[in-house]
């Protein structure tokens, strides 16, 4: 055991207790204010869409035009069963542009066969400045398919000139391998018919792991065996239906997920499309998109919708979903960073004022914090100053409150828009979130560190995504990869 | 605060956490296995009563006990049943289902719901009488209902009851505060056909607000006479909006006065009007604004090449050799416009151009 000298005792064990027993306590806060605005915000939502219908919106003549951008690289295994999916969503007045980023696989000529492409005299209205488009292609036996191929530059450079070319008044943007449910765009849409002001809304992302996938769609949706996916279930739920249901009811949303959401085209290309340098692009677009209303004067809504699904496949290994969350979090540091001068400024009203700041010091410092807290832990223990009955107390506390927080958010998800026909699959969810707390946490905290130290030191590469796809196995590129489901820890 | 206080408290606290998590497993596992039954029990009564309900609403022998089948079901099924088939029957089906939802006490209990204080037991009751297709003092008052998501459920149910009363209501709501209810009152109209024109002319000539650009939409949808001239009026209107809109309304219309407007407005200092005027007069197939397009192929704005060069096209084998020349032409814009246009396979170009 290490000898302590007596002021550690007396000064700074004290002061480091009572910061992380205050961190907790803003965390809880933070939390249980979350729960209760997405709870009141879930039953409205219910209330509103119980028993209407869709037709309505799909059927008139005054619903606005969606334009879907699917940015592809390297997907020749699966872009004619995804392409074919989009095009036979429910949605009346709708165009896919497909964006091959350059892959340099048969991505092209698989669309090329499968859709009777035809090249047409190419010329964009680059109202976003983009890598070089280098053809452009119509399809003869699907007029509503556009399919551009251009030099690699990446996602969002992709869908840049997506928004060049498409020409909807809302642009949905999906990730190529997202598997969108088939009524899911008019329920994506309704909030924009609902209110002039509204400029992004989101869907919810839900894990397809485990789940009967065929022809692009989802058939019966079953819970992962895998623990990693399976946890992961548990965080996607906590996370859209508290973390960003919550936000809608406190105006804060800041995150529209990349692999579905849907924008207004005009405010897109107004406030300059998707930064390039950035890995945290989505989020930087709504920052931006919001930003650029504040500073306008202009109300303007970005919701997100619970009723409306895709679905991802979540990474089942250990190397490629640290790669992924490291991503994740440098995006977060990055988008925070460009726009640090935002935080706490009354100007940019919720936003500003508690959406950023709950972003710094909730979502951001968060890991920082726990893995202080594992260390304090670690070197208390060494000095012998660790009361073993309070640290267990503590943890176990910690522990009830994730699982509560898990729990919940099943329940709501249960009485809501349920998705799980059989017990079994609940339980087994409910299952994972229970285990959560054991090793998986603790390792997403030190994937977000490690993002954050290499976000300090510069890095910006995306990190090579594998996925097993529904189909026969691909690997997604640079760029491709699928986007943040945003906040999605419990207290600990 | 000692050790030993902090020990008890957490206990405390943690003897809590544990009796609401243990609770809230349990409620999902109530919830989970009870909706999974009562999920089942209503698939099974919706599909056996489905049967019953079209043998009812077809009129293929109905009997007294294939009501008392549907009389006999939990009302929230009744209710689901009106709903399903009342979106998906027309004709004389509907006035079977409408007498069929009275005797069952559907029509009665869906009024009463329209007085609730509540907004969601409003907007139900709306449904169902919607879906009645049942027209009562209770559901016409919801047009003015202080909820927006009720008024636009009776807007839309209005569609369907295009008396004078409800026709001016709906254009009266073109200027509804919410979004939502100016969308459904535009597919309302837009529905309702003919017999609102008159109505939506008057409205024209009186409004000046931006709701015009909402009334010059559906004006367009209804391509009646009688908004030939508020249309022509309103092409002069200081918003551009309006301006486009009625352009467009013109493009629907067609006639020799809508024609010399439209070449007017193809020299629009906004490009959004010379966009909609490019478009209508591709629409009015107007010959002689041939020339005029083809000058417009290399107009500064992009959607205002694009729409010439369509417009090009749709008029035939003028328009078509005008972008053959065009390929021809010393501006670069022009050329590459009407190039793409010429490429565009027939399934593509008559998308674009419907």
Not at chain 2, 33 to 38: A, V
Not at chain 2, 98 to 112: E, F, N, V
Not at chain 2, 149 to 173: C, N, S, Y
Not at chain 2, 174 to 193: I, Y
């Amino acid at each position: 055991m290490i000898s302590v000298p007596s002021f550690v005792y007396s000064m700074i064990f004290p002061v480091f207790d009572r910061a992380i027993f205050a961190y907790f306590m803003l965390l809880l806060l933070s939390y249980g204010t979350l729960v209760a605005a997405a709870l009141w915000e879930l039953i409205g939502h219910v209330l509103r869409v119980r028993g209407e219908s869709r037709q309505w919106v799909l059927g008139s003549a005054v619903s606005p035009s969606i334009s879907i951008l699917a940015p592809a690289y390297n997907e020749e295994a699966t872009i004619a069963e995804s392409v074919t999916a989009l095009l036979a969503l429910h949605y009346a007045n709708l165009e896919v542009v497909v964006i091959n980023d350059g892959s340099p696989d048969r991505t092209l000529e698989v669309l090329r066969d499968r859709f009777a492409l035809v090249p047409v005299h190419t010329i964009v209205w680059r109202r976003l400045d983009t890598k070089p488009v280098r053809r452009l292609y119509r399809s003869k036996t699907h007029p509503n398919l556009v399919v551009v191929d251009k030099v690699n530059g990446g996602k969002a450079d992709a869908l840049n000139v997506g928004l060049n070319l498409a020409t909807g008044d809302l642009v949905c943007v999906i990730d190529a391998d997202t598997i969108v449910d088939a009524d899911a765009l008019p329920r994506l849409a309704r909030p924009f018919l609902a209110d002039a002001a509204t400029i992004a809304t989101g869907g919810m992302i839900r894990v397809a792991n485990g789940s009967q996938v065929s022809g692009g769609r989802v058939l019966e949706v079953k819970a992962p065996r895998n623990p990693l996916a399976g946890m992961q279930v548990s965080e996607y739920l906590r996370a859209f239906l508290f973390g960003r249901l919550g936000w809608n009811e406190l105006g804060g949303t800041l995150i529209i997920s990349g692999a579905f959401g849907l924008f207004h085209r005009e405010a897109m290309i107004a406030c300059g499309g998707y930064t390039h340098d950035t890995v945290g692009e989505d989020m930087e677009l709504v920052l931006k998109l919001r930003r650029r209303a504040y500073e306008a004067g202009q109300r303007h809504r970005v919701l997100f919708v619970p009723d409306a699904v895709a679905w991802t496949e979540v990474p089942e290994t250990v190397a490629v979903l640290g790669r992924q969350r490291d991503r994740w979090h440098r995006g977060l540091a990055d988008v925070l960073w460009r726009h640090r001068r935002l935080i706490g400024n009354p100007k940019y009203g919720a936003m500003g004022l508690v959406g950023l700041p709950y972003f710094l010091i909730v979502e951001l410092l968060a890991p920082v914090t726990e893995l202080l807290g594992w260390v304090a832990l670690a070197v208390w223990v060494l000095m012998g100053a660790l009361n073993a009955k309070i640290a267990l107390l503590f943890f176990a506390l910690a522990y009830g409150l994730n699982a509560i927080h898990g729990t919940l958010a099943v329940l709501a998800d249960e009485l809501s828009f349920p998705r799980y026909r059989r017990t079994r699959d609940r339980l087994i969810v409910i299952g994972w979130s229970m285990l959560e707390t054991f090793g998986y946490r603790q390792l997403t905290v030190l994937w977000r560190v490690r993002g954050l130290w290499k976000f300090l030191r510069g890095r910006t590469d995306w990190g090579k995504m594998e996925r097993r796809g529904f189909a026969p196995p691909t690997v997604a590129a640079p760029g491709a990869a699928s986007s943040p489901p945003g906040p999605v820890r419990a207290p600990a | 605060m000692n050790d030993s206080l902090l020990l008890t408290l957490g206990l405390r606290v943690l003897a809590v956490e544990t009796a609401l998590a243990t609770g809230l497993v349990l409620v999902v596992l109530l919830a989970a296995s009870f909706g999974e039954w009562w999920r089942r029990r209503r698939a099974r009564q919706l599909a056996a009563a489905r049967d019953v309900m079209a043998r009812l609403l077809t009129g293929a022998s109905p009997s007294a006990a294939d009501e008392d089948v549907l009389r006999a079901l939990p009302l929230g099924v009744q209710e689901a049943l009106v709903l399903e088939f009342g979106r998906a029957v027309r004709g004389v089906s509907v006035e079977r289902l409408s007498a069929l939802g009275h005797r069952l006490g559907i029509t009665t209990r869906a009024a009463d719901r329209c007085a609730s204080r509540f907004w969601w037991s409003r907007l139900q009751g709306a449904r169902l009488l919607g879906a009645l297709d049942h027209d009562c003092a209770a559901l016409r008052a919801r047009l003015d209902d202080p909820h927006p998501t009720v008024r636009a459920e009776v807007l839309h149910w209005a569609a369907g009851r295009a008396d004078g009363q409800v026709i001016d209501a709906l254009v009266a709501r073109l200027v509804d505060p919410a979004r939502l209810c100016r969308f459904t009152v535009r597919d309302s109209l837009l529905r309702v056909g003919q017999p609102a024109a008159r109505a939506l002319a008057q409205f024209l000539e009186r409004d000046d607000s931006i709701a015009l650009a909402d009334a010059l939409f559906v004006a367009r949808g209804l391509a009646q006479p009688e908004l030939i001239a508020p249309a022509i009026r309103l092409c002069e209107h200081p918003h551009a909006i309006v301006r486009a809109r009625a352009v467009s309304v013109l493009g629907a219309l067609g006639g020799d006065d809508a024609a010399s407007v439209l070449l007017a407005r193809l020299q629009d200092d906004d490009a959004l009007v010379r966009e909609a005027a490019a478009r209508a007069i591709g629409e009015i197939g107007h010959w002689g604004g041939a020339s005029a397009l083809a000058d417009r192929l290399g107009d500064t704005s992009f959607p205002v090449r694009r729409e010439s060069a369509i417009s090009l096209r749709r008029l035939g084998s003028v328009g078509v050799l005008v972008l053959r020349r065009a390929r021809q032409s010393s501006n670069p814009f022009a050329v590459d416009m009407a190039t793409q246009v010429l490429d565009l396979p027939d399934s593509v170009f008559h998308r674009i151009a419907a």
